[in-house]
């Protein structure tokens, strides 16, 4: 009896073993859903047409995006036709006021960027999209736009660019 039961407990170990090893998942600890046979991305710098982002402000964003892409996919980049590719204009970059106290001065103040964004997915033409992404900080109305202007705009990166990764490699 002991003998027919170690042979039925290795025998079911060989079955687990077995189906496990033909089966094959895709994981990411990102949670990006790239395409299997992808291999590169390329992002082309942001355009700005709108008059009063930063100057550098399309290079700033350009890089930020392909460091995330960088740090979180196992994609090379290259300079153009890629896998997957980037391209986006900022549309709006703009200042105004977020809250106004009683005596109708402001309070805070807010710097607010919009990005039209092109994705293209050369393995699934479905996923590819055309999209605005908005994103705003505020600060101290006392504050000297100058004194925190990078401040913000790194903050404010960060969400874009994480939503433009999760709205093209997200599995959600």
Same mark, same amino acid.
């Given at each position: &009896?002991?003998? =027919? ?16 090893? $033909?089966?094959?998942?895709?994981? $990411? ?22 008059? &009063? ?10 890089? @930020?995006?392909?460091?995330? =892409? ?6 090379? #980049? ?19 006021? @977020?809250?106004? $106290?009683?005596?109708e001065?402001?309070?805070l103040?807010? #710097? ?11 393995f ?43 709205? $093209?490699?997200?599995?959600?």
């Amino acid at each position: &009896m002991a003998l =027919m039961k170690s042979f039925a407990y290795t025998l079911a170990g060989i079955a687990l073993l077995a189906l496990l090893n $033909s089966c094959s998942v895709s994981y $990411s600890f990102t949670g990006a859903d790239i395409p299997p046979d992808a291999r590169t991305f390329s992002i082309r710098q942001f355009k700005i047409v709108t008059p &009063m982002a930063a100057p550098n402000y399309d290079l700033v964003l350009t890089e @930020a995006l392909k460091d995330l =892409m960088l740090a979180q996919t196992p994609l090379d #980049l290259v300079d153009r036709k890629g896998d997957l590719q980037y391209e986006g204009t900022v549309t709006r970059y703009e200042t105004g006021n @977020a809250a106004v $106290s009683a005596d109708e001065l402001a309070t805070l103040n807010r #710097l607010s960027i919009t990005l039209k964004v092109k994705y293209i997915n050369t393995f699934e033409r479905e996923k590819n999209f055309e999209r605005t992404f908005t994103r705003f900080a505020d600060y101290d109305s006392n504050i000297d736009f100058n004194a925190v202007e990078l401040e913000l705009i790194e903050e404010i990166n960060e969400q874009l660019i994480q939503d433009i990764f999760d709205a $093209s490699l997200g599995a959600w």
